[in-house]
């Protein structure tokens, strides 16, 4: 079993619906990110949390929201989707050392 | 602004050539630098990283990376390309402490036979 699992693999959705990206990791690390990937822009940083009482903003974080249910447990949430946030979707933890551990990625798209 | 700068979109080689994937950094401090590769579908996996210390660093699959003050350049090299090295390959720094890393754009990597 994957260390990092996201759920989702691949969802599509329409233009207005509410979508929950779910990221579950039995790695035990303390950090865990939501990264949005498209195409020529690398990976851009939506959110971060260091425990389950801290969540932090990253560079594109208008438009989604998060929840860390628990340590294991980090979700992200499209409140109203549109179009333009059709992208790969990665989850990603680290103990704090430099590396991060990442999902194998959902795939949102948004008709 | 701190930042990670990969300068080639796409790069293209034959098997069994040598590869060179370059990474420029814009940061105060020289930052701790790493290496991820993604494979089609996969998600991304740590190839190397700089802490400190020798500038020439091993990593997996063959490849290493030397760290260039002078340049702020992080390159990764391979001496022989596989066709399973096709992918697309991250260079990303984090620095002062932030545990917030940052990734450049990314470089695809095509071989031909």
């Known amino acids: 079993d994957a260390d990092v699992t996201q759920t989702p693999r691949n969802r599509i959705t329409k233009t207005g619906k509410r979508i929950m990206l779910e990221c579950s990791q039995t790695k035990g690390h303390d950090r865990m990110y939501w990264y949005r990937q498209d195409p020529g822009l690398g990976l851009r940083l939506i959110y971060y949390s260091f425990d389950v009482k801290d969540i932090n903003k990253g560079e594109i974080s208008d438009g989604y929201s998060v929840s860390r249910q628990a340590q294991a447990k980090f979700s992200l949430s499209l409140e109203s989707a549109i179009p333009n946030q059709t992208a790969l979707y990665f989850c990603?933890?680290?103990?704090?050392?430099?590396?991060?551990?990442f999902g194998e990625g959902s795939r949102l798209t948004v008709l | 602004a701190q930042s990670v700068t990969q300068p080639d979109i796409h790069i293209t080689v034959s098997e069994g050539a040598s590869l060179e994937l370059r990474c420029n950094y814009s940061y105060g401090a020289t930052p701790y630098l790493f290496w991820y590769v993604q494979s089609p579908g996969q998600g991304l996996q740590l190839l190397l990283k700089?802490?400190?210390?020798?500038?020439l660093v091993q990593g997996i699959k063959g490849f290493e990376a030397e760290f260039k003050r002078s340049q702020s350049s992080f390159n990764l090299r391979k001496p022989s390309v596989h066709w399973s090295d096709a992918a697309e390959y991250f260079c990303a720094a984090e620095g002062g402490g932030s545990y917030i890393p940052t990734f450049g754009r990314g470089t695809s990597l095509i071989v031909h036979p």
């Open positions: 990603a933890t680290s103990t704090g050392a430099g590396e991060l551990f």
């Open positions: 700089y802490f400190s210390g020798d500038t």
